[in-house]
């Protein structure tokens, strides 16, 4: 049995409502796909070209009122599946994962937990290249490393628009009563966005990298998110997205906590 066959008897049955996956599409890249009837499954595609994270879509209205479906899955699917669990996003009972090569039905936080076990993490070369030499520099060759990647934004927002843990319903950028982060791309627009999204990715980012693939100018801003993700597990030892009921470090305190301010 192949995705396609799995899909099609997913749905005739009725135990889900659609199947988001992904399909075809132009110049040989592949783009998301959400399959409702049974006789179109045969739309749908896995494999290596499939990089998008999809459950970026699962928060999104339309699919939540859909009940539960079906989302052929990649590690990195996983995972966001996982922290949307935790930050009560996405309900247990709504969503049935496909892993591995979209066959292997991962039905639970606890299924998709013990599979990620199997799987180690691994970042692209390219990533880790980078995220190498940024290690080597001092603070204030980073400022201008990160000062001169940020000027090149333009503000399309399609960082935010992609990630999975960006699903607010009004995001603090929009807002312009106060208008808290300026609407024009320039040097001090661009900073305080980065610096914001950054800071709310800080111990929620599952480092699927989309908002890096996402950006038109090729500005690789996931690396900041990784680099405050790796902050956060040195400091607080948890990772996002690898349990469904995880209190997550910038989301919460503990009484005993050895740092005097908290009290």
Known sequence: MDLREKSRQLLESG???AV???EQGTMGARRPAFVKK?????RLVF???CAQNLATYLTRPEIRK???????ARPDTLRAILQLMAE????????LALAGDGTVELASAQAIEEHLATSAKELPARDREILERLSKMDRAQRWAFWQGELSRCVKCYACRNSCPMCYCGHCTMDCNRPQWVPVASHALGNLEYHMVRAMHLAGRCVECGDCGRACPVGIPIHLLTFNCEESVHHQFGQRAGASSKLDYALSTFRPDDKETFIR
């Not at 049974?38 to 045969?42: G, I, L």
């Not at 859909?66 to 052929?72: D, P, Q, S």
């Open 15 to 17: 135990d889900v409502k």
């Open 20 to 22: 988001i996956g992904y």
């Open 38 to 42: 049974a006789e179109k499954a045969d």
């Open 47 to 49: 494999d290596e070209a």
């Open 66 to 72: 859909l009940g539960r479906v079906a989302i052929t």
């Open 88 to 95: 009560r996003q996405v309900k247990e009972e709504n969503v």
